[in-house]
């Protein structure tokens, strides 16, 4: 059945499998209308065409967040269809080979993982900005992880101490900091933004090793995606509560 949030637009980034895609589930049986934000067209067309079986409303936009051609049509055409954006998710990220401790991590593979990790995400909040400000109460999500909480990474009894990749948790790290900023820059709109540790889930990201499943790690997003207009901005949230940056 439809619910009150019928009727809304959202773009979700890296939108044709994982969390991405169960995000697009999730809110598309809220009865928003989802746009899957995908690079590889027939990979996103795949992603529309199951969405679609399911009778959600989904329509796949071509868009590589490196890729500033993209990021602009995609912009322009949600412009064109839609007028606004209601939601916008930024959930597209990597983990890139020869990342890891300060000590020997490749130097490219840090750049690469805060180009699409960071640089991305802030191309298409930029880009997307205009068209969030145009609806009546918009709401950016920021994709994240435990893995950029500074206190987390500083806590030696913390379960995932160990893991010390410096892009990705570096990347993870610059991206609660834009949410903090981008929040303040907002704080006199009914636009909330804010950050969201999945937990770890099984995906490709991490070789389907993650113990919770894709349902459970969607689930803190969408929930920012759709919280009332006297919910509190700039936060770091996971299921169950807080976290710590």
Do not use: C
């Amino acid at each position: 059945m439809a619910s009150k949030h019928k009727g809304k637009i959202a773009l979700i980034t890296g939108a044709n499998k994982g969390i991405g895609f169960e995000v697009a589930r999730q809110l598309g049986a809220e009865g928003v209308t989802v746009l899957i934000g995908a690079r590889n067209p027939q990979l996103g067309k795949i992603a529309e065409a199951k969405l679609k079986a399911d009778r959600i409303d989904a329509h796949f936009i071509e868009l590589d967040v490196t890729n500033p051609e993209t990021i602009a049509k995609a912009a322009e055409k949600i412009r064109a269809q839609h007028g606004r954006l209601d939601i916008l998710v930024n959930n597209a990220g990597v983990v890139v080979k020869g990342d890891g401790p300060p000590s020997v991590a490749d130097p490219d593979a840090v750049r690469r993982a805060l180009d699409v990790n960071f640089f991305g995400v802030l191309a298409v909040t930029q880009a997307m900005l205009p068209l969030v400000r145009n609806a009546p109460s918009g709401r950016i999500v920021m994709v994240s992880s435990g893995l950029g909480s500074l206190t987390w990474n500083a806590d030696p009894n913390w379960p995932f101490a160990s893991t010390k990749p410096l892009g990705y948790n570096g990347s993870k790290a610059i991206l609660n900091m834009l949410t903090v900023q981008l929040a303040w820059e907002l704080r006199d709109t009914a636009i909330k933004v804010n950050t969201v540790n999945p937990g770890y889930t099984a995906t490709d990201i991490n070789g389907n090793s993650g113990t919770q499943t894709i349902e459970e790690g969607a689930a803190e997003t969408v929930r920012q995606s759709l919280v009332p207009d006297d919910a509190p901005t700039g936060g770091f949230y996971q299921t169950g509560g807080v976290v710590p940056w």
